[in-house]
């Protein structure tokens, strides 16, 4: 059985100090490259990141042209938007735009989805906050009691004079139903007083 060769000690002593040595060399010449390189990082909050074209990042709402049709909602697939409105059809006024960014994925759809371009992903991006429930963000104007009882106070003429449009639309229809009754009637009745020849 061979027995494992012993090396000299002194130049096993060498051998390690020159292996330090040259590891050592190795890391800091990385080290000293990126120490000397291009700067990958920067002092966030005092120095602005650019943004790039195309970034999804915190959504921009534009309440004077949103109709409330509630295409957003529908196309987000994690149901991260409530909306809230009062009335229906063009006469609407939007009471609650809410976005939970604890759920949002910037997916983008909800943009993609509304058809007048009230829902934008815009630059901003620091979406920081200390509690999940900050981030809840509310988007649409708050409105006071004033304003939705004016607006109710709208609705409620709108209905009235869409109800009296009906309501005289259908007396014409009867009306003209009568007549041609009346006129039918009234030839069939020639028709019975005229002798055949």
């Known amino acids: 059985m061979k027995t494992a060769e012993k090396k000299n000690p002194v130049a096993q002593y060498f051998a390690d100090i020159w292996a330090g040595i040259y590891t050592t060399y190795a890391g800091m010449k ?4 990126y120490f000397f390189g291009k700067k ?3 002092r966030y909050p005092e120095e602005k990141p650019v943004i790039p074209p195309g970034h999804r990042g915190v959504h921009e709402y534009r309440e004077e042209k949103c109709t409330g049709c509630r295409a957003c909602v529908r196309a987000c697939p994690v149901d991260c938007i409530a909306i809230d409105l009062l009335g229906r059809g063009r006469d609407v006024m ?4 809410d976005i939970d960014y604890s759920r949002c994925l910037f997916c983008n759809l909800c943009a993609e989805a509304c058809p007048f371009g009230a829902v934008v992903l815009g630059e901003k991006y620091n979406l920081a906050c200390g509690a999940r429930e900050d981030c809840l963000r509310h988007f649409a ?3 006071s009691q004033e304003e939705m009882d004016e607006f109710k106070a709208l609705l409620a003429r709108k209905e009235a004079e869409r109800k009296e449009a009906q309501a005289k639309k259908d007396a014409e229809r009867k009306a003209r139903e009568e007549a041609e009754r009346k006129a039918r009637e009234e030839a069939e009745r020639n028709a019975q007083e005229q002798p055949e020849p």
Do not use: A, D, G, N
């Not at 990385?30 to 490259?33: A, G, M, S």
């Not at 939007?94 to 735009?97: A, E, I, R, V, W």
């Open 40 to 42: 990958v990082t920067m």
């Open 94 to 97: 939007l009471l609650q735009f």
């Open 30 to 33: 990385i080290t000293i490259e």
């Open 141 to 143: 104007r708050p409105k």
